[in-house]
């Protein structure tokens, strides 16, 4: 599988839901497996807030292997022997999408110029993609987390492009809390007096303490408390003793502090910021007149839908509210609650019931 | 359909092609599966069991994880021909309530359950003087999911009350199909085709 970054132009302006517009989007996307001749058996997921394309191919930063290469590729749950599956980096975000580090008209990087955008736009620019590869209809939107926002905005907005719809760890909303710990990212983003007011793409230092603490605290929040206690307990680093002073005495210090800065090599600030907003701002009800069974009204989709249990950013009680308004809506739906010990991030682990849902719900 | 167990089975025959059906208390997906590839039925199920739902999710049928007590409340009415509920009435907190809203979501519902008045229970209880094991109650007093054991005479009385009505009935002894003579002794379960009086 390649790693190459490949980048279409958008033939037209990007219209988006704050106002105006965005011209001469890029979108870059990675492809997998063939698209049938009827282009019947095309699959788009969606990545995740600090995802990207690189789904089952080696990151171009990192060197590492794609984020969900456990789960798809040649006979895995999602067989690239069988389906096409696209997935583009969302605008906003910076593996080659436009975002607030690309070029503006005046040349200069976009940096806070850059429009607030929603989980619409971002799945927008993913339709507009979809057009420009000649894929009418999806056999399938799938993703996790801000990527089953997608989905679930896909399948509200553009009911007629994709058979099923397919959301892990998601939730229809931005709860309170979820709100809180995002806008703890972006103080501590913003409270780094290297972010400059976003202006920092030409400067000698980047605003990494600060991107670094924001990805140590949402890291927080995608592992659950038995999770963290079993891998690190109260155990030291490297050491027999606590040192008495502010060093990473314990594990669980090293561990997040390795997190932070391994983040900010492959992410940048502008875009942590304007992906949290989005998805702070995203309330699939509220684009619906308050109701969120009238946001499947017209859909003709089966959707399937997967919490885990040790999953407390995006509750099971999520999922269930999202159940609840596709049963009054009569779509066929699918729900369950599995058992995994890692917390939010479970969606990217080793989880065989995931496996088996996933194929399950995509072959049937 | 071979495969099905005997009430499933009835219920398989009789229920109408390319109708609408939500069987609560699923399982493993066995009658969602042959409606599913017999009838061309949009089959819907609920479980509470996770591995069930996992396991019906696999096969590709449209199955939720939930409690009926609690999220049958969450379906509008009518919103399906027929609502089923083999051998789980038993299990409900209230079955009188579960009943009411099993006539709510669907237009018909089939209910099968043990019958506790089954000459094998009453024998077990008057001459043994103990909870009756059998193999349709396989489940020792302490362990069982069962919570209100009914008689075909009482569930009878119960859908009288509730101004349900019986349009057909069928009863089980050793997975096969009895007459309808004395079914209150000779029966071990029993299967209901109902509709709102």
């Given at each position: 599988?390649?790693?190459?970054?490949?980048?279409?132009?958008?033939?037209?302006?990007?219209?988006?839901?704050?106002?105006?517009?965005?011209d001469?989007?890029?979108?870059?996307?990675?492809?997998?497996?063939?698209?049938?001749a009827?282009?019947?058996?095309?699959?788009?997921?969606?990545?995740?807030?600090?995802?990207?394309?690189?789904?089952?191919?080696?990151?171009?930063?990192?060197?590492?292997?794609?984020w969900?290469?456990?789960?798809?590729?040649?006979?895995?749950?999602?067989?690239?022997?069988?389906?096409?599956?696209?997935?583009?980096?969302?605008?906003?975000?910076?593996?080659?999408?436009?975002?607030?580090?690309?070029?503006?008209?005046?040349?200069?990087?976009?940096?806070?110029?850059?429009?607030?955008?929603?989980?619409r736009?971002?799945?927008?620019?993913?339709?507009?993609?979809?057009?420009?590869?000649?894929?009418?209809?999806?056999?399938?939107?799938?993703?996790?987390?801000?990527g089953?926002?997608?989905a679930?905005?896909?399948?509200a907005?553009?009911?007629e492009?994709?058979?099923?719809?397919?959301?892990?760890?998601?939730?229809?909303?931005?709860?309170?809390?979820?709100?809180a710990?995002?806008?703890?990212?972006?103080?501590?983003?913003?409270?780094?007096?290297?972010?400059?007011?976003?202006?920092?793409?030409?400067?000698?230092?980047?605003?990494?303490?600060?991107?670094?603490?924001?990805?140590?605290?949402?890291?927080?929040?995608?592992?659950?408390?038995?999770?963290?206690?079993?891998?690190?307990?109260?155990n030291?680093?490297?050491?027999?003793?606590?040192?008495?002073?502010?060093?990473?005495?314990?594990?669980?210090?090293?561990?997040?502090?390795?997190?932070?800065?391994?983040?900010?090599?492959?992410?940048?600030?502008?875009?942590?910021?304007?992906?949290?907003?989005?998805m702070?701002?995203?309330?699939l009800?509220?684009?619906?007149?308050?109701l969120?069974?009238?946001?499947?009204?017209?859909?003709?989709?089966?959707?399937?839908?997967?919490?885990?249990?040790?999953?407390?950013?995006?509750?099971?009680?999520?999922?269930?509210?999202?159940?609840?308004?596709l049963?009054?809506?009569?779509?066929?739906?699918?729900f369950?609650?599995?058992?995994?010990?890692?917390?939010?991030?479970?969606f990217?682990?080793?989880?065989?019931?995931?496996?088996?849902?996933?194929?399950?719900?995509?072959?049937? | 359909?071979?495969?099905?167990r005997?009430?499933?089975?009835?219920?398989?025959?009789?229920?109408?092609?390319?109708?609408?059906?939500?069987?609560i208390?699923c399982?493993?997906?066995?009658?969602?599966?042959?409606?599913?590839?017999?009838k061309?039925?949009?089959?819907?199920g609920?479980?509470?069991?996770?591995?069930?739902?996992?396991?019906?999710?696999?096969?590709?049928?449209?199955v939720?994880?939930?409690?009926?007590?609690?999220?049958?409340?969450?379906?509008?009415?009518?919103?399906?021909?027929?609502?089923?509920?083999?051998?789980?009435?038993?299990?409900?907190?209230?079955?009188?309530?579960?009943?009411?809203?099993?006539?709510?979501?669907?237009?018909?519902?089939?209910?099968?359950?043990?019958?506790?008045?089954?000459?094998?229970?009453?024998?077990s209880?008057?001459?043994?003087?103990?909870?009756?094991?059998?193999?349709?109650?396989?489940?020792?007093?302490?362990?069982?999911?069962?919570?209100?054991?009914?008689?075909?005479?009482?569930?009878?009385?119960?859908?009288?009350?509730?101004?349900?009505?019986?349009?057909?009935?069928?009863?089980?002894?050793?997975?096969?199909?009895?007459?309808p003579?004395?079914?209150n002794?000779?029966a071990?379960?029993?299967?209901?085709?109902?509709?709102?009086g």
């Amino acid at each position: 599988m390649s790693a190459d970054v490949t980048r279409l132009a958008l033939p037209d302006p990007l219209p988006l839901d704050g106002g105006g517009v965005l011209d001469q989007v890029v979108i870059a996307y990675q492809t997998y497996g063939e698209l049938a001749a009827d282009g019947s058996n095309a699959i788009l997921l969606c990545h995740a807030l600090s995802g990207d394309q690189h789904v089952a191919s080696l990151h171009p930063v990192t060197g590492r292997p794609g984020w969900w290469s456990r789960m798809v590729g040649p006979g895995k749950p999602i067989d690239t022997d069988r389906f096409h599956v696209v997935c583009a980096n969302v605008i906003g975000s910076c593996m080659g999408s436009t975002g607030p580090a690309s070029a503006a008209e005046d040349g200069a990087p976009f940096a806070m110029r850059f429009p607030v955008i929603t989980i619409r736009d971002m799945v927008r620019a993913h339709i507009a993609l979809l057009d420009a590869l000649g894929i009418e209809r999806l056999h399938a939107v799938v993703g996790g987390s801000m990527g089953g926002m997608q989905a679930l905005s896909l399948a509200a907005n553009w009911p007629e492009r994709a058979g099923r719809v397919l959301a892990i760890a998601t939730s229809s909303r931005h709860s309170a809390q979820n709100i809180a710990f995002h806008e703890l990212g972006r103080q501590a983003i913003m409270a780094d007096p290297a972010w400059s007011g976003g202006d920092y793409y030409s400067a000698q230092i980047q605003p990494a303490a600060g991107l670094a603490v924001a990805r140590m605290a949402a890291h927080i929040t995608y592992l659950s408390e038995a999770a963290l206690t079993g891998k690190f307990g109260r155990n030291l680093q490297d050491r027999e003793a606590k040192s008495f002073g502010f060093d990473a005495d314990f594990q669980v210090e090293s561990y997040l502090r390795h997190q932070g800065s391994g983040f900010t090599r492959r992410f940048d600030a502008n875009s942590y910021l304007y992906i949290t907003r989005a998805m702070d701002y995203f309330d699939l009800a509220e684009e619906h007149g308050g109701l969120l069974a009238n946001a499947f009204a017209q859909t003709g989709a089966r959707f399937c839908l997967v919490s885990f249990d040790s999953d407390w950013l995006y509750p099971t009680a999520e999922s269930r509210h999202l159940v609840h308004a596709l049963n009054a809506s009569g779509a066929p739906v699918s729900f369950v609650e599995l058992s995994a010990p890692h917390g939010h991030d479970s969606f990217l682990l080793d989880v065989p019931a995931l496996d088996r849902v996933v194929k399950g719900f995509l072959d049937g | 359909m071979a495969d099905l167990r005997p009430d499933l089975a009835v219920i398989a025959d009789h229920i109408r092609p390319h109708s609408r059906v939500l069987d609560i208390g699923c399982g493993d997906g066995a009658l969602l599966a042959a409606l599913r590839d017999g009838k061309q039925v949009d089959a819907r199920g609920m479980e509470i069991d996770g591995g069930c739902v996992e396991r019906c999710v696999a096969q590709g049928l449209s199955v939720v994880q939930g409690d009926a007590g609690r999220d049958l409340a969450e379906y509008p009415g009518a919103s399906f021909d027929y609502a089923v509920l083999s051998q789980t009435l038993q299990t409900a907190s209230r079955p009188d309530r579960m009943l009411t809203e099993l006539l709510r979501v669907g237009r018909r519902a089939f209910v099968s359950f043990p019958n506790f008045a089954y000459w094998r229970m009453r024998s077990s209880l008057l001459l043994a003087g103990r909870m009756p094991v059998t193999r349709a109650l396989p489940v020792s007093w302490y362990e069982t999911q069962n919570i209100h054991h009914m008689t075909v005479k009482d569930f009878e009385q119960l859908a009288s009350d509730l101004d349900v009505r019986l349009e057909r009935r069928w009863f089980f002894t050793r997975e096969r199909p009895i007459r309808p003579a004395a079914a209150n002794w000779r029966a071990e379960s029993a299967l209901y085709e109902l509709q709102r009086g």
